[in-house]
């Protein structure tokens, strides 16, 4: 079955920066594209970042544009987000999907604060 484990949530300062990680299985993964969303409390979730199944093409909410960069290695299963100047309006828990489908990992907290 398909399963996406994300990592590499924490807290960290304003500015500072940390780097996702989604480990997928259980389906082919260079054939699908992938995304980043986030929920912060008492929003809807969003979506932050796309990247299509060669990785040749991303887009970015225009909140993190120019601070967040999706990638992926098909390789390894791997669909990463880094972050950085994070800012306290990042704060969420951080979601990786796959596309054709609702197919969700659990979750990584990211907390930005002083």
């Known amino acids: 079955q398909v399963q996406l484990v994300e990592s590499g949530g924490g807290l960290v300062q304003p500015g500072g920066s940390l780097r996702l990680s989604c480990a997928a299985s259980g389906f082919t993964f260079s054939s699908y594209a992938m995304s980043w969303h986030r929920q912060a409390p008492g929003k809807e979730r969003e979506l932050v970042a796309g990247i299509l199944k060669s990785g040749s093409i991303t887009n970015y909410a225009d909140s993190v544009k120019g601070r967040f960069t999706i990638s992926r290695d098909n390789a390894k299963n791997t669909v990463y987000l880094q972050m950085n100047n994070l800012k306290a309006d990042d704060t969420a828990v951080y979601y990786c999907?796959?596309?054709?489908?609702?197919?969700w990992g659990k979750g990584t907290l990211v907390t930005v604060s002083s």
């Open positions: 999907k796959r596309s054709g489908g609702e197919y």
